[in-house]
């Protein structure tokens, strides 16, 4: 059974703190690894797309790297406006995502 | 391009009720799915579709039904309200199963 785990559950940085968040994941044949922000009381918000070990994608202050077990997510000098949910998904060839809990980031100014 | 609009934004429904949760989308996608989002559990699936007239059950779709009678439609009816469907659900597309889904803003729901 495919599974996905995200730690920790909950980040408090103070601005300008980096730091990293992680998805863990077991798929048999990953077709690709998706990450989300999600905003309270909005639908997740798609941020990146990973499909192999050693890609990494970037976007402003957010950094998504991939290995064959896990991605991490790397927030670099982070502002209060990066504070959400991030979700992390998986899907494996012809099969439907598997989403993780999420980690709830909050960034102190 | 409005993406994936759902309505209501928020319903509180007493236990037995039914209702439709409407979700629709303008980008032509093939592949529609509809989410609930509770505390602490992520995002778990509940149907899918991947294209008009084809439905299927997900990973928690006891109470639910799903029609996909024109590409730009999925509704979801609940059949008859029960407390443990107080969530907030989430409609999504993509242009196929394997690609990006795009998210609605959520419907949430109360049955009390």
């Known amino acids: 059974e495919d599974q996905v785990t995200q730690s920790p559950e909950a980040l408090r940085l103070q601005e300008g703190e980096s730091s990293s968040l992680n998805c863990s994941y077991t798929v048999s044949g990953l077709r690709g690894l998706f990450w989300y922000r999600q905003d309270p009381g909005k639908g997740p918000e798609f941020l990146f797309t990973?499909?192999?070990a050693g890609e990494e994608k970037e976007k402003e202050r957010l950094k998504a790297t991939l290995t064959k077990k896990e991605s991490f997510l790397h927030i670099t000098a982070p502002k209060p406006e990066d504070s959400a949910t991030y979700l992390c998904?998986?899907?494996?060839?012809?099969?439907?995502?598997?989403f993780g809990p999420g980690t709830r980031l909050s960034v102190l100014p | 391009n409005a993406g994936v609009t759902q309505t209501p934004k928020f319903q509180v429904l007493k236990t037995g009720q039914s209702m439709t949760l409407q979700c629709a989308q303008d980008m032509n996608h093939e592949y529609m799915s509809w989410y609930r989002q509770d505390p602490g559990m992520g995002l778990r699936l509940i149907h899918y579709s991947v294209g008009a007239g084809i439905t299927d059950q997900g990973e928690v779709p006891n109470g639910y039904n799903v029609s996909r009678s024109t590409t730009e439609d999925f509704p979801l009816r609940l059949l008859s309200a029960a407390p443990s469907q107080t969530s907030v659900y989430f409609c999504?597309?993509?242009?196929?199963?394997?690609?990006?889904?795009?998210f609605g803003p959520g419907t949430r729901l109360l049955v009390l």
């Open positions: 990973l499909y192999s």
């Open positions: 998904a998986v899907q494996a060839t012809g099969q439907n995502f598997v």
């Open positions: 999504a597309s993509s242009r196929t199963v394997q690609e990006t889904q795009y």
